[in-house]
């Protein structure tokens, strides 16, 4: 059974950090990219961050760009969000998500953790 399941959300002020994990369970870690998506109270799902199978090769979105970094350790099956600078329009649940093989890493999704809660307030 594929799991996926994140950890490290919190609430936290403006300009301060935190660092989200996501452990995977049930398929083959180092051949799926992985992606980070967000969805904010009202809105609809964002795509956020990805990282390919090596994690050779990293892509943001412009919202997040310079203050997030994507990385995962292949051999603890682990993908990480290291958040700085947060703001509190970053509050939203963010879902941990497998690519589908062959699939594009922003839209292409196979399957889903439950979420971890980040809010950003003063």
């Known amino acids: 059974e594929v799991r996926l399941v994140e950890s490290g959300g919190g609430m936290v002020q403006p300009g301060g950090s935190l660092r989200l994990s996501c452990a995977a369970f049930g398929f083959t870690f180092d051949i799926y990219d992985m992606t980070w998506v967000r969805q904010a109270p009202g809105k609809g799902r964002e795509w956020v961050s990805s990282?390919?199978?090596?994690?050779?090769?990293?892509y943001y979105a412009n919202s997040v760009k310079g203050r997030f970094t994507i990385s995962r350790d292949n051999a603890k099956k682990v993908l990480y969000l290291q958040m700085n600078s947060l703001k509190p329009e970053d509050t939203a649940l963010y879902y941990c998500?497998?690519?589908?093989?062959?699939?594009?890493?922003?839209?292409?999704?196979?399957?889903w953790g439950q979420g971890t809660q980040v809010t950003v307030s003063s």
């Open positions: 990282i390919t199978t090596g994690g050779d090769s990293t």
């Open positions: 998500v497998r690519v589908a093989r062959g699939g594009t890493y922003y839209k292409d999704f196979a399957s």
